[in-house]
């Protein structure tokens, strides 16, 4: 459904985007994932036409954005991380708005309704935009990307700025329209890709990084355990114990949570499980274990370990070179 083949895109001197390959398929949500500066948005820019590439390919449902970019832009429903709204209008007067814009075929009234009723905005219909919460804002932008009932819908940080209930309504909405179109979600929270995407694509510095379904990529990154426990016992010798434990990386006190217990953050060693061993050292001790929660790595620990293993690969590519020079 999607296509985005070699994309290079400069500014002046300075490179943005640098070979950007990836392919979507058809009724897939894909998490597209990095920090702020990745290239993120001027890779999505370029696929929805919004700027022109350096060099490279976008094709949407086969259609070449650059060589026929009305009929690949019909195609589209784009939010981006401002939505394109005109707050003095109502949501009424916007949404016939755009469906002028995009000069839509689908009977009016019936199409605006349907839309709504997605969104969730029926309620807010008549109103002026600039009199809505942000979140409602959110929804009235998502309703002018399904104008015309395209087969791709494109959200760049569709969350930013929401309050925790939106966002999961937002995340909820996006999981639901997920269902007849293909997806695009990019983000830089980790949770949001976690929740909604089928798979992730990781860009860092105008590079792909990684491109896995999004559980393979939790696994594969997922080499040692964080662990956080609650430990009724002396705070000195349980530290000097776990520390001591094999298969520790790296644990420190995190401080006490209530009266008699001190809470410890824990790291094991790559693809060690530490949980038995360590209630196996406090029974041993009589020290008690009185909570135990794992800490799930967050997007900079995908990225500290995306980059390490990509540096490995490339000193170990540089050292094999060198060494095949030697032999020669």
């Not at 269902?179 to 983000?187: A, D, N, R």
């Not at 694509?201 to 426990?229: F, H, P, W, Y």
């Not at 967050?298 to 095949?324: A, G, H, Y």
Request: glycine share 8%; net charge positive; proline share 4%.
């Amino acid at each position: 459904m999607i296509e985005i083949i070699d994309v290079y895109k400069n500014f002046g001197d300075k490179q943005a985007v640098k070979g950007v390959t990836f392919n979507v398929e058809e009724g897939e949500i894909m998490g597209f994932l990095g920090p702020n500066g990745a290239g993120k948005t001027t890779t999505l820019n370029i696929l929805t036409g919004y700027l022109s590439a350096s060099s490279g390919t976008c094709r949407i449902d086969g259609v070449d954005i650059l060589e026929n970019p009305v009929e690949a832009k019909r195609k589209i429903g784009f939010l981006p991380e401002q939505p394109p709204l005109y707050v003095d209008m109502t949501v009424k007067e916007y949404l016939s708005f755009v469906y002028q814009l995009k000069k839509c075929v689908l009977p009016k009234d019936a199409h605006l309704k349907e839309v709504c009723e997605v969104v969730k905005i029926t309620d807010v219909f008549n109103r002026k935009i600039k009199n809505l919460s942000k979140g409602y804002r959110q929804r009235v932008g998502i309703a002018q990307a399904l104008i015309g009932n395209p087969k791709v819908l494109i959200f760049d940080e569709p969350t930013v700025g929401l309050d925790p209930k939106q966002i999961i309504e937002i995340r909820n909405l996006i999981r639901v329209l997920g269902k007849q179109h293909t997806v695009i979600l990019s983000t830089h929270i980790l949770p949001e890709v976690q929740a909604v995407c089928d798979r992730i694509v990781v860009i860092n510095k105008g590079e792909i990084v990684a491109n896995e379904r999004t559980q393979d990529l939790i696994n594969a990154v997922d080499g040692s355990r964080k662990l956080v426990a609650k430990i009724v016992g002396p705070e000195n010798d349980v530290l000097k114990a776990v520390k001591a434990l094999p298969g520790v990386k790296y644990a420190e006190v995190l401080g006490k949570r209530d009266t008699d217990s001190t809470s410890y953050l824990i790291e094991s060693e790559d693809k060690i499980d530490i949980r038995k061993p360590l209630f196996a050292l406090l029974a041993r001790n009589n020290w008690y274990l009185i909570g135990l929660e794992g800490m799930e790595l967050n997007l900079e620990d995908i990225f500290i370990r995306l980059t390490e293993k990509r540096k490995e690969k490339e000193t170990r590519k540089t050292v094999k070179r060198v060494r095949k020079a030697g032999e020669e």
